[in-house]
Structures are given as C-alpha cells and as structure tokens.
C-alpha cells in the first residue's frame, strides 16, 4: 500500500521569500515520488520527479525537492517565490505493483504568493 | 514538446444522458489513463489501458464508464449515464512505459458538469 500526506492545504508567502510545500509519503517499496503544479483552468504540469537517482532534485521554475528516505518525505522548495508561482501542488507517489504503475495523488497544497 | 491534447474542455450535460470524453494520447506512449477530480478533492485513478485492454481499473470505474482506442490514436472515456455525481474534471494521461522513470504526461483535462 502507498500514500502520500500533503501537511498544508493552503500556504501564502510573499513575492521574493521562499517557499516550501511538504509532503510525506507512505510505501511498502522504494518508490518514485513527482511533483505536478495545477494553473487554475489548466492540466497537471511536471514540475520535478524523483526516481532513485540523486536525492535532491532541481525542476522546472526554480522548484527542487529532496527525497529523505529517513524522514519519508520529499519536500518542495524554492528560494524566491514568483507572482506566477501561484498555483497548486500536488505530491505525488507512483510504485510498480503486479507489472503496472499505481500513481496515487496527495490532496494539493494552494500556494497563495502576495505582492 | 509533445502534448496530450483532450476534448472537449468543458461539457454540460443533462443528468442521464451519455457523454464522451476524447484523448489524443503522445503518439509513442503506449499506456493510457483516466483520472478525474471532484471540485475541491483529490486527483483520483479511473482505470489505465495497454494493449488495447484495461489494465487496471479503481473502484469509481463501474459499469457506466467504458474507454476505448477506436482508431490508435484516440483514447475515449465514455460516461452512460450520467449522474450529478459525475461533475468533475477528467483528466488523460499517457506513459511510454511502466518503468521508475516513466512519468506520465497529462493533459489539460475535460470539465464536465452534470445539472
């Protein structure tokens, strides 16, 4: 079994301070852990993946997270929030089970950013 | 770069009346999915297709909802009654394979509401 825990369901930070979105994660195996950011009326765009390589990971838009197997988390994080940063985050979990990828979804973080 | 493309974006319908939804996955991608998200909820898995044959399916993927590839480029969802329930919107998703590394590609989604 598999889950993932989005601790905040709202953050607001102010434009230029950083920003950091948790997210921990539940999984039987060693899993492959995503961040995907949601524009309003827009689709889910990867931001960052993290499959086994390196532990800390650089994504698109300034964004990185870093897996911490001892902590099972995976952390979203950027130095200096953008206007354009404004959206929501889903952490997300995918494990190979029975020869296919189950991808389950945390609840979203809404990251409010003000001027 | 290439993009999972859906339509329509948005669809009102009558409660009881039929509504499908259309994919056009990554043209190399061979593993297919639904998810969809209830205003205000989590990002939930529909079913996912390889083959030409579902693969997996959750809970949600009764006997009203069916998918199809009729024509090897165009991934359907098909709703056969439609409930008020039902209102949500649908996102596609496509993979090139089932591996760690494998992320899937989403599209923008299809909101459909049911009066």
């Known amino acids: 079994a598999q889950s993932v825990t989005q601790l905040d369901s709202h953050v607001s930070v102010s434009e230029g301070t950083p920003v950091l979105l948790r997210c921990n994660y539940s999984?039987?195996?060693?899993?492959?852990l995503f961040w995907y950011v949601q524009h309003p009326n827009k689709g889910l765009q990867l931001l960052l993946k993290y499959t086994s390589a390196a532990t800390l990971v650089k994504g698109i838009n300034g964004f990185e997270a870093e897996f911490k197997k001892s902590e099972t988390s995976f952390h979203l994080t950027k130095p200096s929030a953008h206007m354009s940063d404004a959206a929501e985050y889903f952490c997300v979990v995918s494990l190979l089970s029975g020869g296919y990828q189950k991808v389950t979804f945390g609840t979203g973080t809404k990251l409010q950013v003000i001027p | 770069e290439p993009e999972v493309t859906q339509t329509p974006s948005h669809q009102v319908t009558q409660m009881g009346q039929e509504v499908i939804l259309r994919c056009v996955p990554i043209s190399n991608h061979l593993y297919f999915y639904w998810y969809r998200q209830i205003l205000g909820q989590k990002v939930e898995f529909l079913v996912s297709f390889y083959n030409n044959e579902i693969s997996e399916k959750s809970e949600i993927f009764d006997d009203q909802f069916s998918v199809e590839r009729p024509d090897g480029s165009n991934f359907t969802l098909k709703i056969r009654s439609t409930k008020l329930e039902d209102s949500a919107m649908y996102f596609c998703a496509s993979s090139l394979g089932q591996g760690r590394a494998n992320v899937l590609t989403f599209g923008a989604g299809s909101r459909l509401t049911v009066l």
């Open positions: 999984s039987s195996y060693s899993p492959s």
